[in-house]
């Protein structure tokens, strides 16, 4: 039985039976029963009207839904708020979106040969997907890994984290009240040993990871051949600041970059880059901020840092950061455990370059900053890290910042913003160690399908 657990104060708030390996047989012949049934598949329109009814339900949801979010993940109640919105955005564009999944004319007659044909592609399903999601984003992540099989067609079942399975089973619940037919979403609550099961069968077409480097790398070794895969994983964010950035508009954004979701998030703001000029402004301003954040339960709707998901992550990020201190780093704010669940908002000057807050992804509420004299060494000290994800560079001469886009390692940058910016129909996805394959809600259905070429032969072509 897994026992799910609020973050914040771990009270117990859910349980659910495991999945055992002797289940695994049935759920994938369920799924891939379904997909080779080509005559029951779910007709475009009738996808876009279950996706179309999934959202309206969520629409009238919202509240429980962020309760929902906000109590197993521990993101505070307005951010979880905006994630649910989000999502239901999400599933409305997957809606959209199923009109896009189109193939293309193939132009024949520009040879003798392939004279009297004509030949077009064709969008199919590309078979059943196993997703495995992760904790820091509940319900969106659930959606972006769930939502776009269905809208490409694809049976799909997904493994929800272990600590946050209620959005997941929710949403699951949503979409068989939508309309969804039985087979078509399974969600498996189960051990890492029944997931790798589920996974590396072969009859998954599809495998979509989201979590650490080191799970998906090591799954992506195992997956039957021909089974196509997305991972994402975590990254190291970069920020590049020159010395004419716009400080009124700059601080309020790395902020947010920094400690949203106590800095749980994949592409949050960690290495700031500060033109040493302004290197120690920025780092005290910043503090500043960081000290006046208010951080506790996210149920409380003036909370703006919640919690880590678990407290070994509490004990981590503070070993990190003791590290740190050990090595030179200057404290100018927090460093320091509230309690079992929270760590302070931290900022840290001039942190040394073999500190772990310096060379991984810390995945908690500390953000460092460095200062640099010679813009290009603090570029390649950004990309010096197997990581690259999303970064961002603050400037207001355009040059600048066409060449920081240019050199720095990243598969977004931001100018003027926060590393952590993110729409959902945006490409979206790290590179290197940082994961491979794009995400956002219609690169995903479109990867979740492949194409079939046909070709006709007629003599009056």
């Avoid at 080191?214 to 895969?229: C, D, H, I, N």
């Avoid at 729409?423 to 194409?451: A, C, K, L, N």
Wanted: aromatic content about 6%; charged content about 25%.
């Amino acid at each position: 039985m897994l026992e799910v657990f609020n973050p914040y104060n771990q009270e117990r708030i859910g349980e659910y039976p495991l999945v055992e390996m002797e289940k695994i047989d049935g759920i994938l012949h369920t799924a891939h029963s379904l997909f080779l049934n080509q005559d029951g598949w779910l007709k475009p329109h009738h996808r876009k009207d279950i996706l179309k009814r999934c959202a309206e339900i969520m629409s009238e949801r919202i509240d429980e839904l962020t309760n929902i979010a906000a109590r197993e993940g521990g993101k505070p109640y307005t951010d979880s708020k905006v994630e649910v919105l989000r999502a239901i955005n999400g599933v409305e564009i997957a809606a959209e979106q199923i009109a896009e999944l189109k193939g293309e004319e193939v132009p024949m007659g520009l040879t003798k040969a392939s004279e009297g044909r004509m030949a077009f592609t064709m969008r199919e399903p590309i078979g059943v997907v196993a997703s495995v999601s992760a904790f820091n984003h509940p319900l969106n992540l659930i959606v972006h890994q769930t939502i776009t099989a269905i809208a490409a067609g694809c049976p799909v079942i997904i493994k929800p984290a272990p600590t946050t399975p209620m959005s997941c089973m929710a949403l699951v619940e949503i979409l068989k009240e939508a309309g969804l037919p039985d087979g078509w979403c399974q969600a498996v609550i189960c051990d890492n040993d029944v997931a790798e099961k589920l996974i590396t069968d072969w009859r998954v077409n599809y495998f979509s990871f989201i979590g650490s480097a080191k799970v998906g790398w090591y799954l992506q070794t195992k997956l039957s051949p021909g089974t196509r895969f997305a991972l994402e994983h975590g990254g190291a964010a970069p920020v590049i600041v020159e010395a004419d950035a716009d400080f009124a508009e700059m601080m309020p954004a790395l902020a947010k970059g920094g400690f949203y979701h106590a800095g749980q998030v994949c592409v949050s703001v960690q290495r700031v880059f500060a033109h040493e000029s302004i290197c120690e402004k920025l780092a005290s301003e910043l503090a500043d901020i960081a000290r006046k954040l208010k951080v506790g339960d996210p149920m409380n709707s003036k909370t703006e840092v919640g919690p880590l998901i678990l407290p070994r992550e509490v004990n981590r990020v503070g070993e990190w950061v003791d590290e740190a201190v050990e090595k030179g780093a200057q404290v100018l704010c927090g460093g320091k455990r509230m309690s079992e669940t929270c760590y302070e908002p931290t900022v840290l000057l001039n942190p040394s370059p073999d500190s772990k807050v310096s060379t991984q992804e810390i995945f908690g509420p500390v953000v460092c900053v460095y200062s640099y004299s010679d813009r290009q060494e603090a570029i390649e000290i950004a990309n010096s890290l197997p990581y690259a994800f999303q970064a961002s560079v603050f400037t207001k001469n355009i040059d600048v910042a066409l060449d920081v886009v240019k050199k720095l390692n990243a598969t977004a940058v931001m100018v003027n913003d926060h590393t952590a910016f993110r729409v959902d129909w945006m490409p979206f996805g790290g590179r290197d160690s940082s994961g491979i394959g794009m995400g956002g809600i219609q690169y995903s259905m479109h990867e979740m399908t492949r194409e079939k070429l046909m070709v006709i032969k007629s003599q009056v072509l």
